[in-house]
């Protein structure tokens, strides 16, 4: 696969994930290729490592089972509403070396149980998916 480039569509990854011109993306715990994987940024969009910024995008690489519970909630105020991808290594990729990472549906109710909905899935390359989630909308009726 070229890099820029996901699953079979040729859809340029940016445009799969929703990078829009001028965007700020916070990414957090990105292998060290992604910058490579995600190929040309439209025009203006840059990618920030870490939690300095305020982003108009969170991507989160996602390392172990146990990782949702204890940051979901930091990074979601980080995030301030922005679309957030959660991502997490596919289970044909886990090494030795992380062999508890979590699995799509840990990652789906970890975004659930801390006020997001997810409505998007990913594949980011042949070892990465995502989910993206935004904030729950308020739908009581009164």
Known sequence: MKPGTAGYSGTPLPRKLGIK???SVAIIGAPREFAETLGALPE????RSGMRVR???????MRSAGEP???????????GGAPLWIAWRKKSHMTGIEPTGPSENEVRDAGLSAGLVDYKVCAIDATWSGLLFVPRRNTSVT
């Open 21 to 23: 011109p001028g965007m």
């Open 44 to 47: 203006g969009a840059s990618l």
């Open 69 to 79: 519970g204890r940051e979901i909630r930091r990074i979601t105020g980080f995030a």
């Open 55 to 61: 982003p108009g995008m969170v991507i989160w690489f």
